[in-house]
């Protein structure tokens, strides 16, 4: 069976405040200006889980476009990938 290795961490070390600022501009796209200072608990799953499925959507289609235009190494140095055991 598979470990749970769900941490919540960033891959690479000091991501952390890039990646709430691009939740914060996302959350603002989708018109939750203020998600900063929400508390979450009170939006619905699926309000939280726009902002989570449309920052995926964004990052996926900044590697799709880094790989159509060579530029696979972006993508293969960006985070280290872990093999199944």
């Known amino acids: 069976m598979p470990s749970n290795n769900n941490n919540n961490e960033p891959v690479r070390r000091g991501a952390s405040g890039a990646l ?13 200006s203020n998600y900063a ?12 889980g726009y902002v989570g499925g449309n920052m995926t959507k964004k990052m996926v289609a900044f ?23």
């Open 20 to 32: 709430n600022q691009f939740k914060m501009e996302v959350a603002t796209e989708l018109g939750l």
């Open 37 to 48: 200072q929400v508390d979450k608990g009170n939006l619905t799953s699926r309000q939280n």
């Open 63 to 85: 590697a799709e476009q880094a790989l159509q235009s060579g530029q696979s190494g972006a993508i293969g140095n960006s985070a280290m990938t872990q093999r199944p055991s």
